[in-house]
């Protein structure tokens, strides 16, 4: 059974700092791209980072440019969103989600976890 569990989320003040894991089971990890989005109170859900099944290389929305780092630890399963500088539009139920390596459409999802930014 394929489970992405999601912690770490919050209440923090804007400026203030969070770091969110995802940990996997149930899929080869190290051949998995992963990604995070993320859903406010009305809108739509939207794309925040994603990171290469080794962890090479990632790439962020503008919004979060310099202030979210994406890692990931294959001996772990398990990767982590350091989110720095939160700003209260920041705030929003974080995902975690999975890919085969360069397929379309992530094929498994995290339940969320709520992050929240006060002024």
């Known amino acids: 059974q394929v489970q992405l569990v999601e912690s770490g989320g919050g209440l923090v003040q804007a400026g203030g700092s969070l770091r969110l894991s995802c940990a996997a089971s149930g899929i080869s990890f190290s051949s998995y791209t992963m990604g995070w989005f993320r859903q406010a109170p009305g809108k739509e859900r939207e794309f925040v980072a994603v990171i290469t099944s080794s962890g090479a290389s990632t790439y962020y929305t503008d919004s979060v440019k310099g202030r979210f780092t994406f890692s990931r630890d294959n001996a772990k399963n398990t990767v982590y969103l350091q989110m720095d500088s939160l700003k209260p539009k920041d705030t929003a139920v974080y995902y975690c989600?999975?890919?085969?390596?360069?397929?379309?459409?992530?094929?498994?999802w995290g339940q969320g976890a709520q992050v929240t930014v006060s002024s």
């Open positions: 989600a999975a890919k085969y390596k360069s397929s379309g459409e992530y094929d498994y």
